[in-house]
């Protein structure tokens, strides 16, 4: 059941939205909850449990649609009556894969199929989300078309039992509303591994500094309020990436969710200015630059990243500081390459830098800033630099406290990295 500190009502020029029934301090829970369907993003479906979304290099597989994986018998059974359908689909298409919004769909159209009045959401059905249809570009629409095609050919027999399905619930209008609607499921390390969709959850509006955050432990999302909430607020989330210009997060914003962003931080175009300090045609060619970058990432094509990402950096180091979001990306993935290829030195000295950029656009208490933190007092503990190391995880570990609680798998990997340092600091 959905707690009773927040109530739906209607925002001022958003729509449906959530806000606070009493008084929430920063840190404390506001909802958790399972989500309604979710599946594992497709460069994870050989990596992660398709039940509980624990990583692991060597999962079983399903000896029937050798897609879905498991860490556990245990896992295969509970995620048995979610996969028992979907299992027949996948068979049909080997060796193709269809992407994660038609996989999430199917399991959502399954599961809508199945159920009955009582297992409706509290405050938000799947049929009252908003489709925006009407205010997709014929492009879009096109694209949503060609996306039921393929749902057609996956569902194959089971094409029949959509006639069943609730009315105005057609595959188009489900495929827009999951499009606007559903989550990226994230890890420990903020990386994307599933998608899934928590109907009340969607009635959470925008902003770009907002008083929420929401955390998964597997696939259970909690929504934490990061500063005091006073009654009657309304309850906010991010929904992009807020390493990108007022203009790039508002343009994604209107793409995505078909709205303008009208928040402080995009009409005041508040650090944009930081975002792109340096020289333009210099900046410009590291952006140019970053999406072949990340394609050598996602091949794990290490030296080579490690060569061009070090080569740009040097080359414009005195032309375009660190502060500037396309040096900072390029640092992080130079980091990455670093520690792939074991030069946890090298690799330290790229944190670092990457660290003040981070404070400067993820104000505390903000996952990103925690887990970066996380990752540099890691190089810095392994390379004995225990006091440094202390240090890192203790700003890490204050910020977590408050954005994944002090239960969390994550917090609890920061407080014994702790612990270890205070330990051997003991020692010396």
Request: proline letters at 4%.
């Amino acid at each position: 059941m959905m707690a009773m500190n927040i109530e739906r009502f209607v925002s001022e020029g958003k729509g449906n939205g959530l806000r606070a029934l009493r008084e929430i301090k920063a840190g404390e829970v506001i909802h958790s909850c399972e989500p309604y369907a979710f599946c594992i993003a497709k460069d994870f479906l050989k990596t992660a449990c398709h039940s509980c979304l624990k990583r692991d290099e060597s999962l079983s597989r399903c000896s029937q649609c050798k897609t879905a994986r498991y860490c556990s018998v245990q896992c295969q059974k509970q995620a048995w009556p979610d996969h028992k359908r979907e299992c027949k689909c996948l068979k049909r298409l080997q060796p193709r894969i269809p992407t994660d919004s038609v996989r999430l769909l199917t399991r959502i159209i399954f599961k809508l199929l199945g159920q009955s009045e009582s297992d409706q959401e509290d405050l938000y059905s799947i049929a009252e989300h908003q489709s925006h249809l009407a205010d997709m570009s014929e492009e879009k629409k096109e694209g949503l078309g060609h996306l039921c095609t393929t749902l057609q050919l996956y569902l194959g027999e089971e094409n029949h039992d959509l006639s069943q399905l609730p009315p105005g619930l057609d595959p188009v209008s489900l495929l827009a509303r999951v499009t606007c609607n559903c989550f990226s499921i994230s890890d420990g390390e903020l990386q994307d591994v599933g998608v899934g969709l928590y109907p009340s959850m969607s009635l959470l509006n925008h902003d770009c500094q907002p008083n929420c955050v929401m955390i998964f432990e597997g696939k259970r999302l909690t929504l934490r309020a990061v500063r005091l909430i006073r009654p009657c607020e309304e309850l906010t989330i991010s929904y992009t990436d807020i390493l990108v210009t007022s203009k790039e997060r508002r343009s994604h914003l209107q793409e995505q969710y078909h709205f303008l962003c009208q928040c402080t931080r995009c009409t005041t175009e508040d650090k944009d200015c930081d975002m792109l300090a340096g020289e333009k045609t210099a900046w410009t060619s590291l952006r140019d630059a970053i999406p072949h970058m990340e394609q050598l990432q996602s091949e794990q094509r290490w030296e080579e990243l490690l060569k061009e990402s070090q080569a740009l950096l040097h080359r414009y180091a005195d032309v375009v500081p660190d502060r500037n979001i396309y040096v900072l990306r390029l640092l992080d993935l130079a980091m990455d390459a670093c520690i792939s290829l074991g030069d946890y030195e090298t690799a330290l000295e790229y944190g670092h830098r990457a660290l003040e950029p981070y404070k400067l656009y993820y104000s505390d208490p903000h996952p990103s800033r925690a887990v970066e933190l996380l990752r540099v007092g890691k190089l810095q503990h392994y390379l004995s630099r225990l006091e440094e190391a202390q240090g890192s995880f203790t700003q890490a570990y204050d910020i977590m406290k408050v954005t994944h609680g002090t239960d969390h798998a994550l917090t609890n990997e920061v407080r014994r990295k702790l612990s270890e340092c205070q330990a051997e600091l003991g020692q010396v």
